[in-house]
């Protein structure tokens, strides 16, 4: 069974960083382009960041560009999303999704209906 397991969310003041991990289980991520999303309370799922399987090409959402930063660790079957200088408008549930690259990447990274495999989320709290 596919399973993806985030972790590493909290509570942190603004300016402060965090790293999530999305750890993956009964699949290898090798082939999977990863994204990351987040859905803040009353609002859409938006798209963040993804990284593609081959050549590990990263894609970030304007608002978070020199920010954050992904990763994977395909010996640890994981990817990270680096997250520094954290706003009080980064504060969502963060989601990290794995899909085949059908198309593009740059199309497919912020559309959600290319990602088969979600994991349940972490909670990402930015307050002083």
């Known amino acids: 069974q596919l399973q993806l397991v985030e972790s590493g969310g909290g509570l942190v003041e603004p300016g402060g960083s965090l790293r999530l991990s999305c750890a993956a289980s009964?699949?290898?991520?090798?082939?999977?382009?990863i994204g990351w999303f987040r859905q803040a309370p009353g609002q859409e799922r938006e798209w963040v960041s993804c990284i593609n399987n081959s050549d590990e090409i990263t894609y970030y959402t304007d608002s978070v560009k020199g920010r954050f930063t992904i990763s994977r660790d395909n010996a640890k079957n994981t990817v990270y999303l680096q997250m520094n200088s954290l706003k009080p408008e980064d504060t969502a549930v963060y989601y990290c999704?794995?899909?085949?690259?059908?198309?593009?990447?740059?199309?497919?990274?912020?559309?959600?209906?290319?990602?088969?495999?979600w994991g349940q989320g972490t909670q990402v709290t930015v307050s002083s």
């Open positions: 999704a794995a899909g085949i690259l059908v198309t593009t990447v740059q199309h497919m990274c912020p559309n959600s209906k290319y990602f088969a495999s």
């Open positions: 009964g699949f290898s991520l090798d082939y999977y382009t």
